[in-house]
């Protein structure tokens, strides 16, 4: 069992920086490739970015690339998402979520991921 809380969402100007933290419980945190997802009001749940249980691999979605950096400190039990640049567009509740490393590299679909966060609000005004 994995328990996920996210934090460091909030309000930010256009252009302006957020750095979202996910804290786990559980002494497999490593056995996991952690993601991070987001979801606008009326739309579907989308995949942001995603990091595998060594750190060694990352995914991101065309629309962040070279914005966002998805990291993780396994000794600390937690992963990180630095959002630089933010758009209106980023609006969303922003989620972490744990898949089981055994399904390999960067799972990408949701339902490759067993446990999930809470969500923090991120809104980006223009």
């Known amino acids: 069992q994995v328990q996920l809380v996210e934090s460091g969402g909030g309000l930010v100007q256009a252009g302006g920086s957020l750095r979202l933290s996910c804290a786990a419980s559980?002494?497999?945190?490593?056995?996991?490739?952690m993601g991070w997802f987001r979801q606008a009001p009326g739309k579907e749940r989308e995949i942001v970015a995603v990091?595998?249980?060594?750190?060694?691999?990352?995914y991101y979605a065309d629309s962040v690339k070279g914005r966002f950096t998805i990291s993780r400190d396994n000794a600390k039990n937690a992963v990180f998402l630095q959002m630089n640049s933010l758009k209106p567009e980023d609006t969303a509740v922003y989620y972490c979520a744990a898949a089981p490393a055994v399904r390999g590299g960067t799972p990408k679909q949701l339902y490759e991921y067993d446990y999930w966060g809470q969500g923090t609000q991120v809104t980006v005004s223009s």
């Open positions: 559980g002494r497999t945190f490593s056995s996991y490739a």
């Open positions: 990091i595998s249980w060594s750190g060694g691999s990352t």
